[in-house]
């Protein structure tokens, strides 16, 4: 087993070409956030190890370094679409709650799959350390994801319906890679669909003090991934709410392929997740002034009508109302 680091150094010196496949457009990312490079190296490392399970031991993939392996590929599929996420944004998410009633197949997805950066500190693991991004994903039953890289262009298939959130710690001892799968059932709601997949309640309660403790706050190990896979949901509807808080990147250079690539390599500036989002509860001078409540993101408008046969069946999403949502808070007297 090896570290985040050495893997790293691995590939940088015998594969670069790996880390480049998984690589579409270089992103020039805030220094509190951790570097980008760190999700290439934990999509090759799954491939990777996935390959040895398959063809040297005849053996099944493990489950979380499948997830990831796939992950990759659909990501691939939309030139690895990434946000980062403000740390304003986030605590208020983390004090979210998500809604009872919402149709679990009705969320909407602006991509099969994501990437949410976290600012570095802002969740950790008791053990395992930092938590740098988390992936979310939606996949089909039987679905065949490969990664373009040669000598690792096998594929795994998706084993149900599902939505997959996964993340990689580059500070623990050596590899680790945590993932979540909820099924999706037809019908279900979130809350149902999680309560059957999970062990921990239905809410979202990572301590408060995510807002004002610039070390961070720590999860712990029984619920963790539970927790991150419901900060992902929250963290999706908050972007699809139609608040209009991403800023897109832009491209800012193309350089020109070397020998044998296929395609210029392309730098941008990153997407933003609220980068300008504040708390309305601090003065300009950075202070707390008169009577004020902690912001957080309530939950999108939905509607339950019944319709049909005897009123049997019910739209549970109105997509007219889908996209209202508001971040609330008192302001000031």
Known sequence: MHNYAEVRA??????????RALTPRHINAPADYW?????????????????????????????????????????????????YVSRELLAAAARTELPNDMVFEAIPFPFDALVFMLPKG????????????????????GQA?????????????????AVLVTTYMPEAAFNVTYYKSVPLTLGATIKQAFQKASSVPFSLIINDELADNAEGVDLS?????EKLWLLAITLLLIMVSGE??????????????????????????????????????????????????????????????????????????????????????????
């Open 35 to 83: 570097p980008q490079k760190g999700l290439a190296v934990s999509s090759v490392n799954a491939a990777m190890q996935n390959y040895v399970s398959i063809h040297e031991h005849q053996t099944r993939p493990n489950p979380a370094l499948a997830a990831v392996h796939g992950q990759a590929a659909l990501l691939l599929h939309y030139d690895v679409p990434t946000y």
């Open 244 to 333: 209009n808080l991403v800023e897109h990147g832009r491209l800012e250079k193309r350089r020109k392929p070397k020998s044998g690539e296929e395609k210029p390599t392309e730098f941008w500036s990153p997407n933003f997740l609220s980068r300008l989002y504040k708390s309305a509860n601090l003065t300009e001078a950075g202070h707390r002034s008169g009577p004020t409540q902690r912001l957080h993101w309530r939950r999108g408008h939905t509607k339950s009508q019944p319709h049909g046969p005897q009123l049997i069946e019910k739209d549970y999403l109105d997509p007219a109302v889908q996209g209202r949502t508001r971040l609330r808070s008192k302001r000031f007297r």
């Open 10 to 19: 691995y590939l940088e010196k015998e594969h670069p070409d790996w880390l």
């Open 122 to 141: 802002s969740v950790r693991h008791p053990t395992d350390g930092d938590c740098p991004f988390l992936v979310l994903s939606r996949t089909t039953k």
């Open 145 to 161: 994801l490969s990664l373009p890289i040669r000598d690792l262009d096998f594929s795994v298939k998706a084993e149900q319906d």
């Open 221 to 225: 190990a029984e619920d963790f991934v």
